[in-house]
């Protein structure tokens, strides 16, 4: 299950990551890791019992970046609020998350997406990609997450493979699992299919000077009472066949959660 291996890799970059002097601060940082998301397919959702966590923001951020939106305030009415500290003065963001989806020079990636999993699912080009080099000196932020692949099998299952170029390993990774399920979570709904694994691959793989104590302050609360507690199960009310474009957080409800108490972490820009 997702926790498991993401506990293992908390412990991983603590007890083996170089010190790195980087843009936004010191951390401990590894090369490449990776971390697999089969709860879905048990009706499980990849939400943190070893430190709680508020996956409403999450969702409300996936709503936003589907929207195609560009300012700070899109985003709170979508219930996110963490972009405000990359938001210019005026409120305004500069992204290709969400934007580089649906206009790629011109390519409309998500349309050829969705047109190849109802015409063509066995497809090998099911892919999005983010990474516009032609932008990066004029974004709010460059994309973290960058490139995703889908994959249906011949029984009807949705698997997703996700790339990372940098990932924030106590605020960012639990995030980014949450947002990666939804979303899939989205298309499954829209298309019939069932929920199979996403496979999340990092790159530079850090954990910030400031978050060193609370990292091992959640690596005890998951040793000691965490990995004990059920996991959460979801339910997905949006109607079958809903775009997943119009995607909102009311669409995901995560039940029977239970949770060691919260650490607070400083987000990092």
Not at 68 to 82: I, L, P, S, V, W
Not at 130 to 153: E, M, R
Not at 201 to 213: A, L, Q, R, T
Request: net charge negative; charged share 20%.
């Amino acid at each position: 299950m997702f926790e498991h291996s993401y506990a293992q890799l908390v412990s991983r970059v603590l007890q083996h990551g170089e010190l790195r002097h980087t843009r936004n601060g010191n951390t401990l940082s590894t090369f490449n890791a990776q971390v697999v998301i089969d709860d879905l397919q048990f009706h499980q959702f990849p939400i943190l019992r070893g430190r709680q966590m508020f996956y409403k923001g999450v969702l409300g951020e996936l709503a936003a970046m589907l929207r195609r939106h560009t300012c700070n305030g899109d985003f709170m009415e979508q219930g996110c609020r963490y972009w405000s500290k990359f938001a210019d003065d005026d409120g305004s963001l500069r992204v290709d998350y969400g934007n580089a989806w649906f206009n790629f020079n011109g390519v409309n990636q998500i349309a050829e997406l969705k047109r190849m999993l109802r015409e063509d699912p066995t497809n090998r080009r099911m892919i999005i990609s983010g990474w516009i080099p032609a932008n990066l000196n004029k974004l709010s932020l460059p994309c973290c997450h960058l490139l995703y692949q889908f994959y249906v099998t011949n029984t009807n299952e949705l698997h997703m493979k996700w790339y990372q170029r940098s990932v924030d390993v106590m605020i960012g990774l639990p995030s980014d699992a949450i947002f990666a399920a939804a979303w899939l979570l989205a298309i499954c709904r829209e298309f019939g299919f069932r929920p199979g694994s996403i496979v999340m691959d990092f790159c530079d793989v850090h954990i910030y000077e400031e978050h060193f104590e609370g990292a091992q302050q959640y690596i005890g609360q998951w040793h000691e009472v965490g990995q004990y507690l059920p996991p959460a199960a979801y339910v997905y009310t949006a109607p079958a066949g809903t775009d997943f474009c119009t995607f909102t957080q009311q669409d995901i409800e995560v039940i029977n959660y239970k949770s060691c108490p919260i650490i607070n972490f400083e987000l990092k820009v």
